[in-house]
């Protein structure tokens, strides 16, 4: 074998090697936020996808997974509009659309938040009349 064969076989797994270890942190910063929705819903989506992303794709992975966790939450699951930068980034909007695609088709309307409103609300959001006022009771 050619010496400059030997260089560009090296040069090939250097670089194979880069990209793998670049997708097995992608992989562990998706399933691994410390916000379990996140982590089930990115992770998920990473598993499925990452392999066929290109190099401009990762990149705007990575971006989404720069953002901070309760802000993204919020965008993915429409509680709040995405700034315009989000709402133009690939990785963002697929995964936004399959969670939008899947809150859709498995959980009526009526038991999400309206828009602008959080999605979670208190214990005690609903009192009824001569419940406890106060108190977990």
């Given at each position: 074998m050619s010496a400059s064969t030997e260089n560009s076989s090296e040069e090939a797994r250097k670089s194979m090697d880069g990209r793998r270890r670049l997708l097995n942190r992608i992989l562990y910063r998706s399933k691994q936020r410390g916000f379990l929705e996140l982590d089930l819903v990115l992770g998920k989506w990473a598993d499925d996808n990452i392999e066929k992303l290109d190099d401009n794709q990762l990149k705007s992975l990575t971006d989404v997974l720069d953002i901070e966790n309760p802000?993204?939450?919020?965008?993915?699951?429409?509680q709040e509009v995405a700034p315009q930068q989000l709402t133009e980034n690939p990785s963002f909007m697929e995964i936004h659309e399959r969670i939008m695609g899947r809150l859709n088709a498995h959980s009526p309307?009526?038991?999400?938040?309206?828009?602008?409103?959080?999605?979670?609300?208190?214990?005690?959001?609903?009192?009824k009349i001569g419940g406890p006022q106060v108190g977990n009771q």
């Open positions: 802000d993204l939450w919020k965008w993915l699951t429409g309307s009526e038991t999400r938040a309206v828009f602008g409103q959080p999605w979670v609300r208190g214990w005690d959001d609903n009192r």
